[in-house]
Each structure stands twice: as C-alpha cells, then as structure tokens.
Nanobody
Framework: QMQLVESGGGVVRPGGSLRLSCTGD????????MGWFRQAPGKERELVAT???????EYAGFARARFTISRDNAKNTGYLQMNNLRPEDTATYYC??????????????WGPGTQVTVSP
C-alpha cells in the first residue's frame, strides 16, 4: 500500500500563506483521486478539497476562495496552497488517496498529518 507523507505545515500569522505538500512513494500516485482533510482539536475531521485523476477540483465552502489544490504527478506529489489564513484554520491537515480515479466513498490511504497553526 502506498505511503503518503505531508510537509509544509507550521506557524503563521493571520493573513499569511502556507503550501502543504503530500508525496506518495509509488508512481501509481497519478491514478488516484486525492484529498486534503483537516481536524481541529475537539472537532471532527472535515474535507478541505479534492482533486481527481483528471484534475477536477472540489472545495469545501470555507476553502473555495482561499485555498487551491493541485497535483504534480511527475513528482507523485499533491499540494494545498492556503492563502489569507485565519485562526480557525488551525488544525492538523491530512492528505489522502481514494481507491480509484474519482472521489467515491472514503479515502483508502492516509498520511500522518502536518500541523498548521495560525496565531498572531
């Protein structure tokens, strides 16, 4: 099973930006739809954005105007560009791959997560 590793998290001030990366260790990365999710302390994990193998993108309402999901299949890597970050964006961010090319069902493979903290 493919392993995923996220990077790019950190501490940023409100209004700042971060770019998260998610790299898979197999070239079949390109076949699968992927998504970014987040979980804040005391809250359930929620969807942030998804991108399928054909690069069709979908966003949660809070992310649509500020976040951009993308992927570089040549690098087995997906990205989440986050702009104009707010304190409520503070969470652990996870990338995940679905079982196929489309975002059907629940993701099958998860990364360990990367922490994003937005604080003055």
């Amino acid at each position: 099973q493919m392993q995923l590793v996220e990077s790019g998290g950190g501490v940023v001030r409100p209004g700042g930006s971060l770019r998260l990366s998610c790299t898979g260790d197999e070239n079949t990365f390109r076949v699968y739809a992927m998504g970014w999710f987040r979980q804040a302390p005391g809250k359930e994990r929620e969807l942030v954005a998804t991108i399928n193998s054909g690069e069709r993108k979908e966003y949660a309402g809070f992310a649509r105007a500020r976040f951009t999901i993308s992927r570089d299949n040549a690098k087995n890597t997906g990205y989440l560009q986050m702009n104009n970050l707010r304190p409520e964006d503070t969470a652990t961010y996870y990338c995940a791959l679905y079982s196929g090319s489309y975002t059907i069902g629940s993701p099958r493979t998860w990364g360990p997560g990367t922490q994003v903290t937005v604080s003055p």
